[in-house]
């Protein structure tokens, strides 16, 4: 049988790694969330509307609309290709 003072010391160790475990997942997630922060940083462009009478304001939507547009064809197209590859490779397989 172990010792009291082992035991003691066992679970000491067991703790003090529990607990480097859990802040090495919370640095890690901290760290996830920087450079999720930064990478939308870099992709998303400020909208650049403060001051903007109507008439650039209705710009501004029409170029966001005509880029969402372009956005879901391609997202569509992609899918579409997806599918169609996933499905060569399942006959592929057979």
């Not at 802040?23 to 509307?49: C, F, N, Y």
Request: a neutral charge; hydrophobic letters at 35%.
């Amino acid at each position: 049988m172990y010792s009291i003072g082992t035991l003691c010391a066992i679970s000491h160790c067991v703790l003090w790694l529990t607990l480097e475990a859990d802040e090495k997942g919370k640095k890690s997630k901290e760290r996830l969330e920087e450079e999720k922060r930064a990478i939308l940083k870099q992709r998303v462009r400020p909208l650049d509307i403060e001051g903007a009478d109507s008439a650039r304001l209705a710009d501004k939507a029409k170029e966001l609309i005509s880029l969402i547009t372009r956005l879901e064809g391609e997202k569509y197209d992609l899918e579409k290709n997806f599918k169609t590859r996933q499905l060569e490779v399942t006959q592929f397989d057979t």
